[in-house]
């Protein structure tokens, strides 16, 4: 049965849908594994996720074509799986996602409360609650889809002050002067290792392809765009995405250039407190926090509809309560329990996203019914690449995962294609 409401008589052109697929995927992770990438894996780091990200998109492209030309009738991703898997796969399938999206709330929600955490100065653990308690009642009292219309601005007020802070931090500091304080205090950071640097940007490549292929919100707005631009509209993100991340990251070389600082929640208290100008600092302050609520309840939205697809107004309270608390059990326990940050973290959580991209991609393009063999895959894929953890660094479980998870893959596909012979 399809869902006529999420499909919409208007379909969106290239640029009104990539601006809603920028505001999806301006994450708070997102904008801060950049910076703390810089400080752990070296200065150009920065630039390798904006990297790995506009190349993620790239690479989703003609997936994105492929659906929506030949699943035009869906309006979303709930509807393409029970459409195309059996009726117990499509169950499992949908649990997985739930437990992706999940994973993808509990970053969300950690790199809101370091932000918190660095606007406010409340101990970490603290701002986190602080932050999905704001994050609940926002998404109940405003609620997602009357928000969608107002997104696009977000995204140009967001570049708009980019902009202007590149041009402060720089015009305060000087590029010489940053660059010079790394070379005496870390010297270390402007080192380039071409094959680690490599390695970082394809492990993410994956992760966030992975990502992308299972997110009901890039799905639905997939089918919200017109059907022969769906493509190109995934390349135009691509190229604007990518100045975000990299934009942001640029932002904390005058940070980093004074030194002093131990690890990502040291910078990022430096990097607010290198705005002296208050106008300037509560602009960005509330901007970029209005961002992270809005896409913590896209998400919240999408996740709690893959498990109850009609909810009324009371259902929904409900659900996004007891969708939040386990999220905040996680957050602590993480934040108590791990020393390391929001990047280690999201190539964790890694492994588990790119086990997808093959089954789905195959499900895709093969147009035939699906079953138990799709989840069975990822789920292999996915304990292998963690099973993997115990011998190898987490870029290398990544293409563990993504790699088992493709020939298990095409081995249940060539064994189906056999048994029809």
């Known amino acids: 049965m399809k869902d006529v409401q999420n499909q919409g008589p208007v379909m969106s052109g290239i640029a009104l849908s990539a601006i809603y697929l920028i505001a999806r995927w301006v994450t708070g992770y997102v904008l801060l594994i950049g910076p703390e990438a810089m400080i752990t894996v070296g200065l150009y780091a920065g630039v390798g996720v904006a990297l790995f990200g506009t190349l993620s998109f790239i690479l989703f492209s003609p997936i994105a074509k492929q659906v929506r030309t030949q699943y035009s009738d869906y309006g979303n991703l709930r509807e393409f799986l029970s459409d195309n898997m059996s009726e117990h796969g499509s169950k499992v399938m949908r649990m997985i996602i739930f437990g992706i999206g999940f994973t993808g709330l509990v970053l969300q929600a950690i790199a809101g409360g370091t ?188 996740v709690s509809k893959t498990l109850k697809p009609k909810q009324t107004r009371g259902s929904v309270v409900k659900q996004y309560f007891w969708l939040v608390i386990p999220v905040a059990v996680v957050c602590i326990a993480l934040l108590e329990f791990r020393e390391e940050g929001l990047l280690e973290l999201f190539y964790e959580f890694g492994i588990f996203y790119a086990a997808a991209i093959s089954p789905i991609s195959i499900m895709v393009y093969k147009k035939e019914k699906g079953d138990l063999k799709v989840p069975v895959c990822i789920l292999s894929g996915a304990v292998i690449g963690y099973f993997s953890l115990l011998f190898l660094n987490v870029y290398g479980s990544i293409f563990i995962s993504a790699l088992f998870s493709l020939l298990i893959s095409l081995a249940l596909m060539n064994r189906d294609i056999r048994q029809q012979i």
Do not use: C
């Open 115 to 302: 932000v918190l955490f660095a606007i406010f100065n409340i101990p970490v653990s603290l701002a986190t609650l602080i932050y999905l308690l704001v994050s609940y009642l926002y998404s109940i009292i405003v609620g997602g889809e009357r928000l969608r219309k107002y997104r696009p601005y977000n995204v140009g007020f967001l570049y708009f002050l980019l902009i202007i802070l590149l041009i402060y931090f720089f015009i305060l500091d000087g590029i010489e002067t940053a660059f010079a304080g790394i070379r005496l205090y870390h010297p270390y950071l402007l080192i380039l290792n071409w094959p680690e640097m490599l390695v970082f940007i394809g492990a993410g490549a994956l992760v966030m392809l992975g990502q992308l292929i299972v997110d009901p919100v890039t799905w639905r707005q997939v089918f919200q765009t017109e059907k022969e631009k769906a493509g190109k509209t995934f390349l135009f993100t691509s190229a604007i995405w990518g100045t975000i991340p990299l934009a942001f990251s640029i932002m904390f070389v005058t940070v980093i250039s004074t030194g002093g600082f131990t690890n990502m929640y040291g910078v990022l208290d430096q990097f607010f407190a290198h705005i002296k100008l208050p106008a300037l600092f509560v602009l960005f302050s509330l901007l970029l926090l209005l961002i992270l609520f809005s896409t913590f309840n896209s998400v919240l939205l999408e």
